[in-house]
């Protein structure tokens, strides 16, 4: 596949269901294009099961799945510093995979969570998808 000259950034929002099956469809359409994917969830703990992360083992290593143990604002017990904390931690490595250019496609999944309940600013989640190569 010809690769682009500029990448693209693809923002899916909304309250309950979509967007996290929106993005691994585009995950998965990637992929069959011979594209390299990585997938980062943020705010979906590892307390909760989903079918995404079961399915993400079955692809092996052409598909890197990466759940931060982040948990979503409302189940969170230790606290606002606390849970900031973690997140400034996962949004560190998630900056180091996305500047390492190993990858064709990134996914964020549930990152505008952060910056809805006031934990990123929005100028920072613009630094964080401005420093894609």
Known sequence: MKKLKK???HIYTGEGKGKTTAAMG???R????????CFLQFFKDKLFPCGEAAAAKRLGKAFKFKRFD?????????GRNALKGRLEKALS???RIIRSGKFDLVVLDE????????????GEMIKLIKSKP
């Open 70 to 78: 982040v948990p979503h604002p409302m189940f969170c017990k230790t």
């Open 30 to 37: 990637a992929m069959g294009c011979g594209m390299r994917v």
């Open 7 to 9: 990448g693209l950034i």
């Open 111 to 122: 990152i505008i969570i952060g910056v809805s309940q006031g934990f990123l600013t929005e």
């Open 26 to 28: 585009l995950a998965f």
């Open 93 to 95: 490595e998630a900056s």
